[in-house]
């Protein structure tokens, strides 16, 4: 793991320098949300109306962004539109004029994600804390062994983002409607009509629904990364003795170990009444413990999370 912060000149008895170390720290746990925005406007950048060919070149950002941030796989916040509530007194949200979706309960740290159906008029997400404690030990302050702080940091940071990843794809592929298997001469030719169809369904399903889904939107096809040269093989399709791609929407592959590979995608129309809640950030808080002669630290975030079931359907693989 490359080193995050410099502990050169760093005295512990110092409380500036300790309070110092704490921002970073924090700055650390924060950066695969700022993340995000870098990414989604990459996505957007690169899949303008009717470039599809480009789909490749957006993978490959979307790969090399969550490298950077450690390796967390953050493409399901593209499927969502964010309720900033970090500065407001709130403990839900409210979706209006639901007509079926999906929310999740709160979960304790490795377990799974309880998905519920829910409908009506309005709907209230509640936005639930999450986190956990880790222990830096005093000894590797005495002993001036940073690295230790610094990988304590990184793997707590990775537990967290990966139950917020595996509540929010489990919203995504908990939704098993799918589009209707199409023909063609080739499976790439059948994989690009399935995809096409898929589109349009979506489209249609959603015509009266305010705001609603439109055929210059880019949607998201959330693959398993198995899957990666075959959808590859249906976005680069295209009609005999023409240059012109099958597959007719903009859809932007996200390859993700989330999604099963018993089937070809779930496409998504992002946004809209798909909305995240952000009401707190992870946030480290910390004091010593001298029963354990550690620095006893626990980390809190808080969040929560809708997706409109019209705003996704399966793709099949056959």
């Given at each position: 793991?490359l ?16 309070k ?6 924090n ?5 695969p ?7 989604r406007?990459k996505?957007?950048e ?9 789909w490749?070149?957006?993978?490959n950002a ?26 407001t ?5 409210d979706?209006v ?9 709160k979960?304790?740290t490795?377990g ?11 709907q ?23 690295y ?29 409607t799918?589009a209707?298997?199409q ?25 009266s ?16 990364p ?8 249906a ?6 003795h023409t ?5 007719v929407?903009?859809v932007?592959?996200v ?9 070809l ?8 009444k ?5 009401r707190m ?9 001298i ?8 980390g809190w975030?808080r ?7 019209a ?8």
């Amino acid at each position: 793991m490359l080193p995050f912060m410099s502990f050169e000149g760093f005295d512990r008895s110092n409380p500036a320098h300790v309070k110092a170390v704490r921002v970073k720290l924090n700055e650390y746990l924060a950066a695969p949300r700022r993340s995000v925005d870098t990414l989604r406007t990459k996505v957007q950048e690169m899949t303008t109306k009717g470039d599809t060919d480009a789909w490749d070149s957006v993978v490959n950002a979307i790969d090399s962004i969550q490298t950077d941030v450690g390796l967390v796989d953050r493409g399901w916040a593209l499927a969502f539109d964010e309720v900033d509530l970090r500065q407001t007194p709130k403990s839900s949200f409210d979706i209006v004029d639901v007509s079926s979706g999906l929310t999740f309960a709160k979960v304790r740290t490795g377990g799974r994600a309880k998905i519920f159906q829910v409908s009506g008029a309005v709907q209230n997400v509640l936005l639930d804390k999450y986190g956990g404690g880790l222990g830096f030990e005093q000894t590797w302050w005495d002993d001036q062994e940073y690295y230790k702080v610094q990988e304590q940091a990184a793997d707590f940071r990775q537990k967290y983002m990966d139950q917020e990843k595996s509540v929010h794809y489990a919203l995504i592929t908990a939704i098993s409607t799918a589009a209707t298997y199409q023909s063609g001469d080739d499976t790439p030719h059948k994989d690009a009509e399935t995809i096409n169809s898929a589109v349009a369904t979506l489209i249609t399903n959603n015509e009266s629904s305010l705001p609603a889904v439109n055929a210059n939107m880019t949607f998201l096809l959330y693959c398993n990364p198995s899957l990666r040269s075959r959808v590859n093989a249906a976005m680069n399709s295209v009609i005999p003795h023409t240059n012109e791609k099958r597959i007719v929407y903009n859809v932007q592959p996200v390859p993700t170990s989330e999604a099963a590979n018993s089937y070809l995608g779930q496409l998504v129309a992002p946004g809209l009444k798909n909305k995240y809640g952000r009401r707190m950030d992870l946030k480290i808080f910390g004091e010593m413990d001298i029963t354990m002669y550690a620095q006893t630290v626990v980390g809190w975030g808080r969040y929560g999370s809708y997706i409109n079931s019209a705003q996704v359907l399966r793709v099949p693989s056959s």
